[in-house]
């Protein structure tokens, strides 16, 4: 039979992390099972779910399908309404007969999942555990950007130096709009 990776997913979308449970699957052969977690209160299980919610759990799963149709990795894709999303998390694990969750950690705080939903699930962990860190992405300013550029234009002269140096103190106080580099 083959391998079974459940990644569960409750809120913020991040393609990197897709993208690394899709390699991880396809690295070990394995079906990914992407689960999608729509939350629910008493008072909204009564109202139906909040249409955001609905939307994240839509946009994840299709983000999931195509880059896993990308790689070549089969998925079963679930959508699951739950109260307890950590114990709906541990039945589908039963259920499907997963060999392992993918958990992911970012660099101030859990993606996917709530902290506290990745701790219980450390701390009753039924199966393998796949929990990866993503790296820093580091943010630098537009006009730290444009100067870089023109650095390496620019032949390099001791005058040239000593204003980079004045030029990169100013910019690092500088706090405006910030870019990915």
Not at 97 to 106: E, P, T, V
Not at 147 to 170: G, S
């Amino acid at each position: 039979m083959a391998m079974r990776l459940l990644l569960p997913f409750q809120h913020g979308l991040n393609v990197d992390a897709i993208e690394q449970a899709i390699r991880l699957a396809k690295g070990h052969n394995a079906t990914l099972v992407p689960l999608s977690l729509i939350p629910m209160s008493e008072k909204s299980y009564r109202k139906g779910a909040r249409l955001d919610l609905v939307q994240q759990s839509k946009d994840f799963l299709e983000t999931v399908k195509h880059k896993a149709r990308a790689y070549g990795v089969p998925l079963e894709s679930i959508e699951v309404y739950t109260h307890h999303p950590v114990a709906s998390i541990h039945t589908l694990v039963t259920e499907m007969r997963c060999d392992g969750i993918a958990l992911f950690l970012g660099y101030k705080s859990a993606l996917f999942l709530p902290q506290d939903a990745i701790g219980r699930l450390v701390e009753e962990a039924t199966c393998k555990l796949y929990i990866m860190r993503l790296p820093v992405q580091e943010r630098i300013t537009l006009a730290q950007k444009i100067w870089m550029y023109l650095t390496r234009l620019l032949p390099e002269k001791p005058a040239l130096r000593d204003a980079q140096l004045q030029t990169q103190e100013v910019l690092s106080n500088e706090t405006p709009q910030t870019v990915e580099a």
